[in-house]
């Protein structure tokens, strides 16, 4: 595979596994009707005196339309009114949350449950392998190196040293191509900003090199092992690191033992702001290969520079970014692709750059029913992960194309890894489902045979619960798949507390996963569904376009169908069924709960996009406006302000329990979407259920957060649960 750490997949993942209402807001339906109340909540716990909200008198055109945001002053989370604002919140919140009587009893079992040895997939560079584990209660994993198969372990680097309360993160890791050098960076809580670093892997001691400003990057050694390519932005403005717009990202040459203002500017585009650039080098170390992001649509660019030639200029061989191009690997001038032109679900072509014209262009796999998700270059042949509904199918091909092997997996779940060089005979891949605690294998392309690597022991009866898949229909037919997990001797007398989670954006698709905090609730007598709706990548680009821009409404259609089907089917009841999703997932959530806050016992919306008119105006939402659109069109603006979260709360309507979460060094949806959200629906709460807002300190998004903060947040959104659905906890306090 190309030497890199960046893929367009990547990005798509990272950017994207959260008082009185003034005249003017949308207080009602598209069709003007306010539906009142909701049924059956759940426990009427009392209500709480809520922090006093103040209002602005804030108003905006658009378009004709004149729409207010009383609350705007909270997207400052800089000021001392916020952070006043914030700590008010939290008593309120965490005074709740510290009177119920599971909540201690839930933190030590998931204390419990999570103390194992947990590996992450190893990788060869040289003669040596890398591989990241934590013991079980670390704050972060732990990056070990093994010079050679026989070769005991050494800890080549651990970022728990780096922040005593864990905080600092180890992102992303490169080593040179004769494993000698280690480019590392790290994130501080939770930020989606990088500092590189690099470490001699021989000594395990850093050399000078520092690296700022770096996000949504990479790094790629070039083939002489003396320095790497990454992408950086300008540094922000004082003050607003946090939620400035990220525009004009460069990308660079960094060789070791020089200072970062001596970079080489290898490649920008001052007359295109919104372009990024993603880089790996060729195995054979002839080109480096830019892949040209812009946003987050399933379509980019690809460059290249001939390594050849000192004096080469950077050839735009794809820049019509009409479908998504990933470089596979190449045979000379040769380029292999994994792409979605006129193939909504993928294929692998062959483009020879010295006569790049598209009737030159050759499918070598074409597009089948299931979804290519992706590929690799191992043994020489083309390993191909696709998603045959929702779940993976992994495929060996010949380099001209043709069919060898199918590699068998140990049942319905997520397999992914396969990386490594063109001429490995042998590759790791990690197989996880809801009920299998992410297996490590090592595959054997000569005997194609599977072996496992790594498996954890978890205290769980996993034996006592199974996994389905179902099928139901959307409001208009459409057939969306869903798992559902429990106990496999529950009843379906409707009384089981259930928890609906889903996402249906950007492309990504949601497999079955392991988390080890699902283990408490399916032990509370749970149910966990997850709903694959329109928007995500189950089923190819078709399937993500049918729930993005003007189509979005489909998303929330399916998941009220999701709860819909639940219910019918005896599963749950709306005082038991609550719902959560993270990020655009907390978006869905929100939307939801305006549509249909007579559907639900509960919703947990996790740093949310909740302003759907200005979520393009921070950080890097302008990339989401390929998904969502833009209040600026004046053809996107009525479908975005008919689901905003914040703009479609409505008075005298009965919610769900709410429990809003975010943190205050989210710099991908920054933390005012939540904090508005949550105060408007304070205010115009007609019910007696509580709505609380959770805030943790020191945390962003959801990446490199450690385990011990981990463990409080599944302990305190449990606790909640237990609350408002009424669930009894099993265990009792030591």
Known sequence: MPRTTFSTTMLLVAIFSLPLLLAGCKDQDADGKNPGGRAGSGTAAPKLAYPVTATVDQQDNYHGTVVADPYRWLEDVNSPETAAWVKAQNEVTFGYLESIPARESLQERLTALWDYPRYQLPFREGERIFFRKN??????????????????????????????????????????????????????????????????????????????????????????????????????????????????????????????????????????KEWGFGSSVSEDGRFLIIQVWHGTAEENGLFYQDLADPDAK???????????????????????????????????????????????WRTLVPETEDTLRGATMLNDQFVLTYLHDAHSKVRVHAPDGSFVNEIALPGLGTAAGFSGRRNHTETYYVFTSFLNPSDI????????????????????????????????????????????????????????????????GFNIPLTPRFSTGLLPWLE?????????????????????????????????????????????????????????????????????????????????????????????????????????????????????????????????????????????????????????????LQAVQAGDTPVLIRIQTKSGHGGGKPTKMIIEEFADRYAFLCEVLEVQEPWKTA
């Open 135 to 272: 013991d079980g209660l670390q704050n972060q994993a732990v990056l070990y190196v093994q010079d050679g198969d026989e070769a005991e372990p050494r800890v080549l680097l651990d970022p728990n040293a780096l922040a005593e309360d864990g905080t600092v993160a180890l992102g992303s890791v490169s080593v040179s191509d004769n494993g000698k050098l280690l480019a590392w960076s790290t994130s501080v809580s939770g930020s989606d900003w990088r500092t590189w670093r690099v470490r001699d892997v021989d000594t395990g001691q850093d050399l000078d090199d520092l690296i700022e400003w770096s996000k949504f990057s990479g790094a790629a050694w070039a083939p002489d092992n003396q320095g790497f390519y990454y992408s950086r932005y300008d540094k922000p403005t004082a003050g607003d690191t946090f939620e400035e717009a990220n525009f004009y990202q460069k990308l660079y040459y960094h060789r070791v033992g020089t200072a970062q203002d001596q970079d080489v500017l290898v490649y920008e585009r001052s007359d295109q």
């Open 314 to 360: 950077v050839v735009e061989l794809l820049a019509d970014f009409d479908a998504s191009y990933e470089f596979l690997g190449n045979d000379g001038n040769v380029f292999y692709l994994q792409t979605n032109l006129n193939a909504p679900r993928s294929k692998v072509i062959a483009i020879d750059t010295t006569s790049p014209a598209r009737a030159n």
């Open 441 to 504: 294998y090592r595959y054997d392309f000569k005997q194609q045979q599977s072996q496992v690597f790594r498996r954890p022991e978890i205290d769980f009866d996993f034996a006592a619960y199974t996994t389905k898949q179902v099928f139901y229909p959307s409001a208009d037919g459409t057939r969306i798949p869903m798992f559902i997990v429990l106990r496999k001797d529950l009843q379906p007398d409707g009384r089981n507390p259930t928890i609906l989670s889903g996402y249906g």
């Open 524 to 680: 509370l007598g749970g149910i966990f569904a997850q709903a694959n709706l329109r928007g995500g990548g189950e089923y190819g680009e078709e399937w993500h376009r049918a729930g993005m821009l003007a189509n979005k409404q489909n998303v929330f259609a399916d998941f009220i169908a999701a709860a819909e089907y639940l219910i019918a089917e005896g599963y749950t009841s709306t005082p038991k069924l609550a719902i959560y999703g993270a990020s655009n997932g907390g978006l869905l959530v929100g939307a939801c709960v305006n549509q249909r806050p007579d559907l639900f016992g509960a919703a947990i919306p996790a740093v949310g996009v909740m302003d759907m008119l200005r979520f393009h105006l921070f950080t890097i939402g302008w990339a989401w406006v390929s998904d969502y659109g833009s209040s600026e069109d004046p053809e996107m603006f009525p479908h975005l302000y008919a689901y905003s979260p914040y703009h479609n709360l409505r008075h005298d309507v009965a919610y769900p329990a709410v429990m809003v979460t975010t943190a205050d060094h989210d710099d991908r949806v920054v933390p005012g979407h939540s904090f508005k959200y949550a105060a408007r």
